[in-house]
């Protein structure tokens, strides 16, 4: 099969299209005839040697897809051959068979096409663990998203305006500012020219957000608790401004606020398991419903997976970037 592998750590060439040998199922496992794939934040910074826990080279990425099950492994119930899917991967999804963990399966949601499904598990998963489950987003609650045009924010602006929150999110351009408003945030604040703190506070009579969902870490951080309300939670799925910071716990206990920092990318299978069962719950009716709908900015080939990242770094995208995998 052909897939893409990563043989160094660095920049976009170092991805290169090569043939390898076919995955097995292995118990509890079945592979999945792949369709497309997505790119991630995280897929960059596993190219780069920057991720947490490194990469083994040579090494295929990939930590989503869409495609159709080719083989069942032994100990799996409730999946059959031939059915559509979508799922979690723990790596390998750059690639035309990935095998993956019967439990981080997802049915492909009716009303969405196989290729836009690819677009849906990590962001699904991410927002699910991040908004619902550690942060306990309700209705009424006001909610910060930062990146509210990205892959991940585009789904959390949604899932927030379906569950009834308040929405409000960053972002830089106009397009971007515009394309979170009609995702249904309340307001669009632009990071280049507004302060997000001031915004928060006059928008909400000065009591704040009662959930942040912050991807640019440590540049971010003093600021968010300043914009935090009182028994508030922010939740940091990304360091794209920093790695490390200063945490003002005066201010933080003074508003009895909550850190949780989280990825999904390394999680053992059991988490992962779980979390795909509480989108599957929680999030899919919505999916099928059109409440909330993937986002999908561009789709490359397979092929043209170093460009695929090279235009993810350009920062150009709003929503999801897609890599059609079928030939």
């Known amino acids: 099969m052909r897939a893409v592998i990563l043989t160094h750590v660095g920049g976009p060439d170092a991805l290169s299209l090569a043939e390898v040998p076919d ?3 292995a118990t509890g496992h079945v592979v999945i005839d792949v369709h497309a794939t997505a790119l991630n934040f995280a897929d960059l910074l ?17 930590i989503e897809c869409s495609g159709t099950i080719l083989e069942i492994g032994p100990d799996v119930e409730g999946w059959a051959v031939g059915d559509e899917v979508c799922a979690l991967t723990s790596g390998g999804a750059y690639a035309e068979r990935v095998a993956v963990p019967a439990t981080q399966l997802l049915r492909r949601p009716r009303g969405i096409d196989l290729m836009t499904a690819a677009a849906l598990p990590e962001a699904a998963c991410t927002v699910w663990s991040n908004l619902i489950d550690i942060s306990g987003l309700a209705a009424g609650d006001v ?3 930062h990146g509210g045009a990205g892959g991940i924010g585009t789904f959390a602006t949604q899932t927030g305006r379906t569950m009834g929150a308040r929405v409000f999110a960053t972002a830089g351009s106009a397009d971007k500012l515009e394309r979170c408003l009609e995702l249904g945030a309340e307001r669009a604040i632009s990071y280049r020219t507004e302060d997000f703190v001031a915004v928060m506070h006059e928008e909400t009579a000065g009591r704040g957000a009662d959930v942040i969902l912050d991807n640019m870490g440590a540049s971010y951080l003093a600021r968010n608790i300043d914009a935090l309300a009182p028994d508030g939670r922010i939740a940091m799925i990304g360091l794209q401004s920093g790695r490390e910071g200063q945490i003002p716990l005066g201010r933080m206990m003074g508003k009895r606020g909550s850190l949780f920092t989280t990825s ?3 999680r053992p299978a059991a988490a992962k398991a779980r979390i795909v069962a509480g989108v599957n719950r929680d999030l899919w009716p919505h999916l099928e419903a059109g409440r909330i709908l993937p986002a999908v900015d561009k789709t490359f080939g397979l092929s043209q997976m170093a460009n695929a990242h090279r235009y993810m770094e350009d920062g150009r995208h709003i929503g999801k970037i897609l890599i059609s995998v079928k030939r």
Do not use: H, K, M
């Open 23 to 25: 995955p097995r199922p």
């Open 46 to 62: 596993q190219r780069r040697g920057t991720y947490g826990t490194p990469a083994e080279l040579p090494s295929i990425l990939g």
């Open 143 to 145: 909610l910060l998203v």
């Open 264 to 266: 999904l990318r390394d």
